[in-house]
């Protein structure tokens, strides 16, 4: 279905940015494919239209399903890392969308309120046709993207850095750990930290998002290292005795250490940066979230 395939990526993208799941997204763009293999081409005049707006439909129900298993999960629940490569600088807008803060902020939206903000925000639709898409009144939809706006607006992280000054900070932080340097680390933290650890009752994490200086600080150091962490991670991920690697990567359009251990990701860790300072540490050890990642190298 080459048509299909031309458009599979585009699809991936708006499916994912409603979902926060790559596993959900890839389930949504297959179904997608179904319905496009099994329609009737005459009487579609616009296939790439249509192939969004079914996509989109799909996703919506997902996200409505998918929002009451996360109820029930184990710790927090964070996004899916996804790798955005060397190249996201030159897809800006397109990167910053699946940013994880943005990402782990559109959670607090209905399905409904995310869809129109990612459709409008991320893929610049009208507004006539999103309202086409989700089924309501054009006035409606400006309404909820105005909504989902305004919340967005609030609770996103006030970004102030570039990406090169994210990867310095990044670095600095894996050097301080590695070198066991506390003072170094804590240097580097906000009065306001906090640490979002991402387990899924599958790896070991923390229950309870970590907020704090002090409170962060005495968590890392009862770790001490990244090598220690991806030591446990690969242990809890029946990798234990395996060779820990680590290295930098683009994750979700930002800096991200990644650790591997057994030839896959056993954990992702991604820094936010306000005012030169770590404002928020995520970490994701939930396996089922990193199988499709590329291991450190």
Partial sequence: MPTFEEHRGLLMSVAYRILGSVTDAEDVVQEAWLRWSGADRA??????????????RLAIDRLRQAKTRRESYVGPWLPEPISTGPDA?????????????????????TPLERAVFVLREAFDLPFAEIAEIVGRS???????????????????PRYDVDRD???????????????GDLDGLISLLSDQVAMV???????????R??????????????IKTPA????????VGQ???????????????????????GGRVVGVLSLVVVDGRIETIYVMANPDKLAHLSPAV
Avoid: W
């Avoid at 054009?138 to 996103?156: F, G, I, S, T």
């Avoid at 990798?239 to 251990?261: F, K, R």
């Fill in 43 to 56: 009487d579609i005049a616009d296939p790439k239209a249509y192939l969004v707006t079914v996509t989109s």
């Fill in 89 to 109: 600088a030159e897809h800006a807008e397109l990167a910053d969308s699946v940013e994880l803060a943005l990402l782990v902020v559109l959670e607090t939206l």
């Fill in 138 to 156: 054009e006035p409606a939809v400006r309404q909820l993207a105005r909504r989902a706006r305004d919340h967005v607006r609030e609770r996103r």
């Fill in 165 to 179: 000054e994210r990867r310095r900070i990044t670095e600095r932080f894996f050097d301080a750990a590695m070198e």
């Fill in 197 to 207: 650890s991402d387990g899924g009752g599958k790896a070991k994490a923390a229950l």
């Fill in 209 to 222: 998002v970590i907020t704090g200086s002090g409170n962060v600080s005495r968590f890392l150091l009862s």
């Fill in 228 to 235: 220690n962490i991806a030591r446990f991670m690969a242990s």
């Fill in 239 to 261: 990798a234990a005795g395996a060779e820990v690697s680590y290295d930098i990567q683009a994750i979700n359009g930002a800096p991200a250490l990644v650790m591997s251990a």
